[in-house]
């Protein structure tokens, strides 16, 4: 390989904004609001996204905490009663319990933790501050979550608390009722978040599920992520298909990256996965792909609008681009160890990583957060990366997802999850799936941050730096 082209593939890093550039100061993100505000799925949601792209982050649920000490009071609104003193004792020990939790994990190391309770005083919010930030030194940042609508509010109820522990082999109705009762009790005794009097705090109210914010004080990388994505994310009911393109020629061959055509069979899928959503007669379908041929001829019998988003390109292999796993273990034995060892933070030379591949795939995330029904058309480590994300999926294991071709995957995102179907069309196809070592145990949370801070420094001489250079957005899409 010539330098002139060594040198254009290193430069491809840049392109990237990747987390492990950023130093992270322990930051606890508090969580206010009554209950069915949806706090819980929001609570969830932002902390799966801060994993995903490489911020270590875990939920400190108060009601867990409640229901593990006292099981006989699970499904009655009288513990919830203000006046009931030895309840309230209870509940008040369970979420200094969740506290101190919280805190012992950030000292350990933890960088996000988010602290998922009602927190509904002005009191009760000082004394979380006190505690975090004077006396510990974390950074504290409060999402208040803010609904008018009583239609939201009845389907939260319905949707969310039915299928709660608390009301286990409850009847849905009585469930429904005690549930009322219990917001009956919060309400009485919740104050909001003030803009003149709580000036001093950071913090984002989010009103009716994203109706109208409220963003004050943002301070640091971590709130700056955490407001760009809850003012992206929203829970109306939506559909995301996900498949790889069809058998290309390059698959049938065992060959990598490239951008091949489709073979018999690939064409053939393309034909049946045209007449699969045809059945599903989905209204308002947009369907992405990637600017590879492979994609786009895959979804050239589809009748939707479509996109091709440079983003969604099969992760660059560098020099190892049309090589099979044969030839590369051949050629360059080292690289193939180094890639069997650690294989989510392993950079191809001159090519990419899947953690750069999850930073690039950031803006798509972000995309079909705000989307209804999409299909995305997409390469085997970009369907893993996004699968990942939607089935929270640890690093560790994300490049050993098998996403088989000509299979489709039906994600649909609910309260405390997504539901995945899934559906093997009836066109036979290569297997491309390769398992992982079975001598290879996962990194310790510690090891994967020094690789992650590792991969993050440009080793090569005269070239750019990523921890010094700004990164440029990989985000280039074309509607046809």
């Excluded at 069915?36 to 801060?50: E, I, N, P, V």
């Excluded at 082999?169 to 009762?181: C, L, P, R, V």
């Excluded at 030379?349 to 690039?360: H, K, N, T």
């Excluded at 921890?467 to 985000?475: E, I, L, M, Q, R």
């Amino acid at each position: 390989m010539s330098g002139s082209a060594k040198s254009r593939l290193h430069h491809k890093r840049t392109q990237f904004a990747d987390i492990a550039n950023v130093a992270i100061a322990p930051c606890a993100i508090v969580m206010v609001g009554l209950p069915a505000r949806g706090k819980t799925y929001m609570a969830k949601k932002l902390a799966h996204y801060l994993n995903w792209i490489g911020i270590d982050t875990r939920v400190f649920n108060v009601g867990e905490y409640r229901r593990k000490a006292v099981k006989q009071f699970k499904s009655s609104a009288d513990f919830f009663r203000p006046d009931n003193r030895e309840a309230l004792e209870i509940r008040e020990k369970c979420a200094r319990d969740a506290l101190e939790d919280l805190r012992h994990w950030l000292e350990g190391g933890g960088e996000v933790a988010v602290y998922d309770a009602t927190n509904s005083s002005r009191s009760r919010r000082q004394m979380i501050c006190e505690y975090l930030t004077n006396e510990h030194g974390f950074k504290t940042f409060f999402i208040e979550s803010i609904c008018f609508n009583p239609d939201i509010i009845e389907a939260n109820i319905k949707e969310v608390k039915v299928s709660s522990p608390d009301y286990k082999n409850t009847d849905q109705d009585e469930a429904i009722e005690d549930f009322k009762k219990r917001i009956a009790h919060y309400e009485s005794q919740y104050e909001t978040i003030n803009e003149e009097r709580d000036r001093d705090l950071s913090f984002i109210k989010i009103f009716d599920q994203g109706e109208r914010y409220l963003v004050n004080r943002v301070q640091g990388h971590v709130e700056s992520r955490v407001v760009y994505y809850l003012m992206n994310i929203h829970v109306l009911p939506r559909t995301i298909f996900l498949t790889r393109h069809g058998e290309t020629d390059m698959n049938v061959r065992g060959e990598i990256g490239g951008d091949s055509s489709l073979s018999d069979r690939g064409v053939k899928f393309a034909v049946t996965l045209a007449e699969f959503l045809e059945n599903k007669a989905l209204g308002g379908l947009r369907v992405w792909t990637s600017l590879l041929k492979a994609t786009i001829q895959t979804a050239s019998g589809i009748r939707s609008p479509k996109e091709h988003w440079k983003a969604l390109n099969e992760i660059d292999a560098g020099i190892c681009e049309s090589m099979t796993y044969e030839e590369i273990q051949e050629k360059y034995p080292e690289e193939y160890a180094m890639r069997c060892k650690d294989k989510y933070h392993y950079r191809y030379p001159g090519g990419e990583s899947y953690q750069d591949l999850v930073a690039r795939l950031e803006p798509v995330i972000m995309e079909l957060e705000r989307q209804e029904n999409v299909l995305v058309i997409c390469s085997q480590a970009v369907a893993r990366c996004l699968m990942a994300y939607f089935m929270e999926i640890d690093c560790d294991d994300l490049p050993y997802l098998n996403v088989p071709l000509h299979t489709v995957y039906i994600l649909t995102p609910v309260a405390y999850g997504c539901k995945v179907e899934t559906y093997q069309l009836p066109v036979q196809a290569v297997d491309t799936y390769r398992p992982r070592a079975v001598d290879v145990l996962p990194l310790t949370s510690t090891e994967r941050k020094a690789r992650r801070k590792k991969n993050s420094e440009c080793q090569e001489p005269d070239c750019c730096s990523r921890t010094k250079s700004p990164a440029v957005p990989y985000d280039e899409v074309i509607a046809t």
